[in-house]
């Protein structure tokens, strides 16, 4: 903001030069030019300072537009210094061979502006695909991070791991009627990935109690989840000996139940256990 408002300064004294005298001695506009130059670099050096600070880009944006408008009016103003170089007498020429070399200097500064200005507006298209490839970068990962890691926030009753949400029952149901239950909260009977982290989060919250999951061979001999989806045996999750299909009467074990151990087993699916549910974002 102060920056801005040096800008506006500088620009209103720009403009005053417009209306100068004649008569004013060139020395003295020359010296406001020079003081106008020096305030322009300071100007500069504070947009160099921002650049790297990495402020927002849009200050940014209107401060090349404040810059750009006060190096074009201080271009009119060196512009409007000529004429009166021409309307000078020539008892004042000799004095104005003198100043041949302020002009050269006038002109080389507004040279020197307009390569300042090009580098500036250079800087700032470059510093703008920065801030845009940054931006897009930003997006990516977060997005990324949503669909992997991030935490979610879930409904009360439910905890948030990773990307899921978790239901623990306290009650207990069959095998049919668990799958039913989180179905119709939206939710699966528990699906798990095969990961270490993840099977010792549900270990903490089902250890020392038995919890059916979303696993089945009833319908197909095959392990499969609820989702129908196919499951890759790895005996070190499962109880020792199991899954062994255990027979009693008509009924075989078709069940996955996660046992107070903490690894599975088959059971009965009209045993009554309680279950755990998933929401997987
Ligand atoms: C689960 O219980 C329901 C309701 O009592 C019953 O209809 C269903 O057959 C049971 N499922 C199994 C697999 O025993």
Same mark, same amino acid.
């Given at each position: 903001?102060? %920056?801005?408002? =040096? #800008?506006?300064? +500088?620009?209103?004294? @720009? /403009?005053?030069?417009?209306?100068?005298?004649? $008569?004013? &001695?060139?020395?003295?506009?020359?010296?406001?030019?020079?003081?106008?130059?020096?305030?322009?670099?300071?100007?500069?050096?504070?947009?160099?300072?921002?650049?790297?600070?990495?402020?927002?880009?849009?200050?940014?944006?209107?401060?090349?537009?404040?810059?750009?408008?006060?190096?074009?009016?201080?271009?009119?103003?060196?512009?409007?210094?000529?004429?009166?170089?021409?309307?000078?007498?020539?008892?004042?020429?000799?004095?104005?061979?003198?100043?041949?070399?302020?002009?050269?200097?006038?002109?080389?500064?507004?040279?020197?502006?307009?390569?300042?200005?090009?580098?500036?507006?250079?800087?700032?298209?470059? %510093?703008?695909? =920065? #801030?845009?490839? +940054?931006?897009?970068? @930003? /997006?990516?990962?977060?997005?990324?991070?949503? $669909?992997? &890691?991030?935490?979610?926030?879930?409904?009360?009753?439910?905890?948030?791991?990773?990307?899921?949400?978790?239901?623990?029952?306290?009650?207990?149901?069959?095998?049919?009627?668990?799958?039913?239950?989180?179905?119709?909260?939206?939710?699966?009977?528990?699906?798990?990935?095969?990961?270490?982290?993840?099977?010792?989060?549900?270990?903490?919250?089902?250890?020392?109690?038995?919890?059916?999951?979303?696993?089945?061979?009833?319908?197909?001999?095959?392990?499969?989840?609820?989702?129908?989806?196919?499951?890759?045996?790895?005996?070190?999750?499962?109880?020792?000996?199991?899954?062994?299909?255990?027979?009693?009467?008509?009924?075989?074990?078709?069940?996955?139940?996660?046992?107070?151990?903490?690894?599975?087993?088959?059971?009965?699916?009209?045993?009554?256990?309680?279950?755990?549910?998933?929401?997987?974002?």
């Amino acid at each position: 903001m102060k %920056l801005l408002m =040096s #800008v506006v300064v +500088l620009m209103y004294v @720009v /403009a005053a030069e417009d209306v100068m005298s004649p $008569t004013l &001695d060139i020395i003295s506009e020359i010296k406001k030019i020079k003081t106008m130059e020096e305030k322009l670099n300071a100007l500069y050096d504070e947009f160099r300072e921002l650049r790297s600070k990495n402020e927002v880009h849009t200050e940014v944006k209107n401060l090349m537009n404040s810059l750009s408008s006060a190096v074009s009016a201080l271009n009119d103003a060196v512009l409007n210094t000529n004429p009166f170089f021409s309307q000078l007498t020539s008892r004042t020429r000799n004095k104005l061979k003198q100043n041949d070399c302020w002009k050269s200097s006038i002109q080389t500064d507004q040279q020197n502006k307009q390569r300042d200005f090009e580098s500036l507006s250079s800087s700032l298209s470059a %510093l703008k695909s =920065s #801030v845009s490839d +940054l931006t897009s970068s @930003v /997006a990516s990962l977060s997005s990324k991070q949503q $669909t992997s &890691d991030a935490p979610v926030t879930c409904k009360s009753g439910w905890i948030s791991y990773k990307s899921s949400c978790f239901f623990f029952s306290s009650n207990a149901l069959n095998w049919t009627e668990a799958r039913d239950y989180c179905k119709a909260q939206g939710a699966l009977l528990l699906k798990i990935q095969d990961d270490d982290r993840e099977w010792a989060f549900l270990n903490h919250h089902t250890i020392p109690t038995s919890y059916w999951v979303g696993l089945t061979d009833q319908t197909t001999d095959q392990w499969r989840w609820v989702d129908d989806t196919p499951y890759t045996m790895n005996k070190e999750r499962w109880n020792p000996g199991q899954p062994d299909d255990w027979k009693l009467g008509e009924e075989r074990e078709d069940c996955g139940v996660i046992t107070n151990t903490g690894k599975l087993n088959d059971g009965h699916c009209y045993i009554k256990f309680r279950f755990i549910c998933r929401v997987q974002f």
